[in-house]
């Protein structure tokens, strides 16, 4: 069906702006005992009980409305949790394809004869609009115990660009970087506490995995935990 047209607002005046209450209250909440029984056989609803119902009703249609169309946005933003597999990962370009091999799993290995190999994916291609990241968590299995810089990584990469300004300008930051736990055991690499939103007017928010940067063993890569806010739907 059509969208309705007419704007549904209801006993907007504080008070009565005429008539024989003028200067009085349009609205009343009702009492604890009407609000849960509703009305009884035989009531005569009061009009500020009536008007306090139906303004309220009317302020949540357009709320609602406002958040259908972005603009408002859902207070609180729900939270929430969503895993994905290795397999929306791609080598990165600088990587040759066969540095990775597709794991049992839907995971990625990366090949024992290399080191410090980069896994990526784009999360704007996967996140909605105006979605706060506040943690990230990836399952790795390292091929060996390794310490300092030498470990397994997760790292999350902004580049903003600006094409309002001549000439273009462009910026690049890593507001995330997580090693491994130093063990050989299979893990989750937990980036925490942060806050990165998409935008996709003018940015991308990218995920990298790197592999240890020495060493002939092979290490693993499974899956990637993303928990984000989401205020609401956006056009």
Known sequence: MARPTVVYDWATNTNYSAGPASGTVTKVQPMT???????????????QYQNYWQNAVAQHLDYLWDVIRGADTLDPAPSIVRAYSGAIFKPHPAAAWSEWINGSTGGWTSDATNSARILKTSLNAILPEGATITNL??????????????????????????????????????????????????????????????????TDLEVYIYSGQTGAAADEFLMLEITYNNPGPHN
């Open 137 to 202: 968590e990836a399952m790795v299995n390292p091929g060996a115990a390794r310490t300092g810089t030498d470990r397994m990584l997760l790292e999350v990469r902004r580049s903003t660009w600006d094409t309002t300004v001549s000439p273009p300008t462009d910026s690049f930051a890593t507001p995330v970087q997580v090693y491994d736990d130093a063990t050989a055991n299979q893990q989750m690499i937990v980036a925490s506490a942060i806050s990165q939103t998409i935008d996709k007017d003018n």
């Open 33 to 47: 005992i009407v609000e849960q029984d509703g009305w009884r056989p035989d009531d005569i609803p009061p009009p």
